[in-house]
């Protein structure tokens, strides 16, 4: 079966396995957080969290409840900032919130992914004129905020309403999906 998505997949890993994998922040791209603000994470900004290997929860819906796997379980979840953006990969071995995670995926209830974390370094500035980023309009006198680093990372997520809107999932029909290949598809290993 053949499913595809924006951000998440459901794919073989190198044990033969199943992993979950999804972005839980993407770099370079402008997500309007409020009306006339808007972030965008730096290339760097989580390499110091991620050279700490401080555990860091995976989730559904920011509910500790419902915890998928965290990168200090015997079978971790992983996180990586590769060149799109922070990339989260929980190993499935069959607990029931996994595959609560893979049908909310599948039924199209998630949204995308998000994060909780504490920001250490974020520089401030006034779009001066309007902006065109990513086929977005931004008014003069729009706040952008650059996450430069991040301090502390507590937990990433599957989400239902996204606060990062560039981490959506969106079926491959979109515009936005094509220009993404591969890394947009759930595959489910025979």
């Known amino acids: 079966m053949l ?44 390499d110091k969290v991620l050279a700490s290997q401080t555990p860091v929860r995976a989730l559904i819906n920011h509910n500790s409840d419902l915890q998928l796997r965290s990168t200090a379980d015997d079978y971790p979840a992983r996180l990586v900032a590769d060149s799109y953006g922070l990339r989260v990969e929980v190993p499935l071995i069959g607990s029931p919130h996994e595959a609560r995670a893979c049908q909310m995926i599948r ?35 729009a706040l952008l905020r650059t996450i430069v680093e991040v301090e502390h990372l507590a937990e990433v997520t599957l989400a239902t309403r996204p606060v990062y809107r560039t981490t959506a999932l969106t079926p ?19």
Do not use: N
């Not at 073989?12 to 770099?27: E, I, K």
């Not at 491959?172 to 290993?189: C, H, Q």
């Open 107 to 141: 039924d199209h209830e998630v949204r995308g992914g998000s994060l909780a974390m504490r920001v250490g370094r974020d520089r401030w500035q006034v779009v001066p004129t309007r902006t065109l980023d990513h086929d977005r309009l931004c008014k003069p006198g």
């Open 3 to 46: 499913d595809r998505l924006i951000g998440a997949e459901i794919r073989s890993d190198a044990r033969g396995g199943r992993c979950l994998v999804w972005y839980a922040a993407v770099f370079d791209r402008w997500s309007e957080l409020t009306r006339g603000h808007y972030e965008i994470f730096d290339r760097r900004a989580f």
């Open 172 to 190: 491959v029909s979109d515009p936005i999906t094509r220009e993404m290949g591969e890394r947009l598809r759930i595959v489910e290993a025979a």
